[in-house]
C-alpha cells in the first residue's frame, strides 16, 4: 500500500493571494501523484497529475512540485478566487497494472474575498 | 450527463440489514473500485477490479463482498450493517495500466441507524 500525509488540513486565504499545500508518502515505487477537488455534496474532481519523470507542472493557475528524493509534492494555487473555495485531496499511486490511488486527508481551503 | 452512475443517492438502513450500492460505468475503462468516504477517513480505498477480477482488497472485513456481473458494473453489497458503516461510498474507473485518471461516482450516502 501507501501512507500519504497531507498539511495543512485547514487553510484560508485572501482573495488574490496563493494556496499551498503539501504532501509526503512513504513508498518510493509510487510514481503518479494526482490532486482531486471536492465541493461540497459533489464526488472528487481531478484538477492536476504529476508522474515521476516530472518535477514541475502547471496549468490553469495550477502548480504541482514533485521532490522524489524528499517523497514529497505540492499544489500551489496561484491567485486565489472564491471558487478556489473546496476540499483538496492530494493522492499517490504506485507501480503495477492496475491504478489504486492512496488519498491525504484532506484540506479543506477557504478563500475570503 | 454523469458517466459513472450509483444508486440510489441517498440510503438508510438499519442495523444487521443488508444493502447492495449499484454501480454502472460508461467510460468503456477495464478498471472498477470502490471507496469510501466518512469524517474519519476520507477517500479510503476499498476494493479495485480489473476486467472483472479482484485486483486488490483493503477492506478488512468480509461483511463488503463486490459483484461484477458486467465488465461495466461493479456493485457492492454489505451484510450485517452497523452504525460504523455510515459513510458515503463512490463507485470510481479507470482504464488499466496504472497512472490513468480516476474518475468517480457521484456516490451512495450510506446511514446505518
Known amino acids: 500500500g501507501e501512507q500519504v500525509e497531507q498539511l495543512p488540513s485547514i487553510l484560508r486565504v485572501q482573495e488574490g493571494s496563493s494556496a499551498s499545500i503539501n504532501c509526503t508518502y512513504e513508498?518510493?515505487?509510487?510514481?503518479?501523484f494526482p490532486w482531486y477537488k471536492q465541493e461540497p455534496g459533489e464526488n472528487p474532481k481531478l484538477i492536476i497529475d504529476i508522474r515521476s519523470n516530472m518535477e514541475r507542472k502547471q496549468t490553469q493557475g495550477l502548480i504541482v512540485l514533485l521532490d522524489k528524493k524528499a517523497k514529497r509534492f505540492s499544489l500551489h494555487i496561484t491567485d486565489t478566487q472564491p471558487g478556489d473555495s473546496a476540499m483538496y485531496f492530494c493522492a499517490a499511486s504506485a507501480l503495477g497494472n492496475y491504478n489504486v490511488l492512496y488519498f491525504g486527508s484532506g484540506t479543506k481551503l477557504t478563500v475570503e474575498p | 450527463d454523469p458517466k459513472i452512475i450509483q444508486k440510489p443517492k441517498y440510503l438508510v438502513a438499519v442495523t444487521g440489514s443488508e444493502k447492495i450500492l449499484i454501480c454502472e460505468q460508461y467510460l468503456g475503462h477495464n478498471a472498477m473500485y470502490w471507496y469510501r468516504q466518512s469524517a474519519k477517513k476520507p477517500l479510503e480505498f476499498m476494493f479495485s477490479y480489473s476486467y472483472q477480477k479482484l485486483m486488490d482488497n483493503q477492506t478488512a472485513s468480509s461483511r463488503f463482498q463486490p459483484q461484477s456481473s458486467k465488465k461495466n458494473h461493479l456493485d457492492l453489497q454489505i451484510t450485517a450493517l452497523k452504525p460504523d458503516d455510515s459513510a458515503t461510498y463512490f463507485c470510481a474507473s479507470s482504464q488499466s495500466g496504472g497512472q490513468n485518471t480516476l474518475y468517480f461516482g457521484a456516490g451512495t450516502r450510506l446511514s446505518v441507524l
Open positions: 513508498n518510493s515505487a509510487s510514481n503518479y
